[in-house]
Structure formats: structure tokens, C-alpha cells
């Protein structure tokens, strides 16, 4: 009788694993600790692909860029529309004789369609959202991780390449 093999449930299968290793430096910008690495990857012979970069301290920033006004909301969504409308116009120009005709109706219909989609967007938020902002992901500060039997290597590289200068203190 053969031996039965043990199949993995999704709850114990971890498609993304947390990073492991010893802190080897801890960077105030992700550029500092990017540096790190490469000053390690030409010192030649140390193994690179046991080093980790981890931001940690992760935030959500959000950054107000402007009020909205129904004519700003209009005037975008007609601009992303006429730019839908090309591609359409210009795609159904190449099967016909003519490509300026299919290429001015696409661009109007993308008009009226991108006003259409914007103001039912904007109109369903009642005034709770008039503004516009760029939202994007940071961290407190960048560490360096790197394999246990390495990371001895990696800290004097780093402390001798006077990278330590620029490590973050908390």
C-alpha cells in the first residue's frame, strides 16, 4: 500500500511569506537603503540574494491636490473620454476607407460617455468628497535583513562603506 502524501490547505500555504534575517541596517529613505545593497552587491563576492528590504512603519498617505467643482469633474471626465474616443475612432478607422469620420465620432461619443461616467460618480458621493488627491503608500524607514550567517559581513561592509552615517535612529 502506498504511503499517503499530505496535501497543503490554502490556510497553510503562505503566498506571501514574512521576511526573515538579522537587521543589518535601518535607512531613512528607501534610496539610502537601495544604496546599501548595491555598495554590497559590488563589493564583489557577498551573496545579495540573501538580503531583504523591508519598509517598515507603513502609512497611507493622502495628498490634497485640489477642490473639485462640477466643472472640473465635467472637463475630466470629457478629457479621459475623448482619449477612450480615440482609441476607438482610430480602431474603427482601420476597417474603413475613411479613418477621419470613425476617428471624430469616437472622440464625440467618448465626450459624452466620460461626462456621463464622471457626473453619476461625482454626483453619488452628495458632496462628501469635493476634493481630489493623490494617495500613495510610505514607510517610517527602510531595514536592510540579511541570512544569519552573513549579516556580520553585511553590517561591517556597510559600517566600513560609511553608510552607518546615514542610518535612522528611532
Not at 497611507?60 to 475623448?82: C, D, N
Not at 469616437?106 to 488627491?133: E, N
Not at 553585511?154 to 535612522?168: E, F, Q, T, V, Y
Request: glycine share 12%; net charge neutral; proline share 5%.
Amino acid at each position: 500500500m502506498e504511503p499517503q502524501r499530505k496535501v497543503a490547505t490554502p490556510a497553510q500555504v503562505d503566498p506571501r511569506p514574512l521576511p526573515s534575517g538579522w537587521p543589518v541596517g535601518s535607512f531613512a529613505t528607501y534610496g539610502e537603503a537601495q544604496a546599501a545593497v548595491d555598495m554590497l552587491s559590488d563589493a564583489g563576492d557577498f551573496p545579495v540574494n540573501e538580503l531583504t528590504i523591508v519598509g517598515v512603519n507603513l502609512m497611507e498617505v493622502e495628498r490634497v491636490i485640489g477642490r473639485l467643482t462640477w466643472g472640473r469633474v465635467l472637463l475630466g471626465g470629457a478629457a479621459s473620454g475623448a482619449w477612450m474616443g480615440v482609441f476607438f475612432g482610430l480602431l474603427m478607422g482601420l476597417f474603413s476607407n475613411n479613418w477621419v469620420a470613425p476617428l471624430i465620432a469616437g472622440i464625440l461619443m467618448g465626450v459624452v460617455f466620460g461626462m456621463i461616467s464622471a457626473a453619476t460618480s461625482y454626483a453619488s458621493t452628495r458632496g462628501q468628497r469635493d476634493f481630489s488627491s493623490q494617495t500613495q503608500i510610505v514607510a517610517g524607514r527602510y531595514d536592510v535583513l540579511c541570512s544569519p550567517e552573513h549579516a556580520r559581513s553585511a553590517r561591517d561592509l556597510i559600517s566600513r562603506a560609511n553608510l552607518a552615517g546615514k542610518l535612522k535612529v528611532d
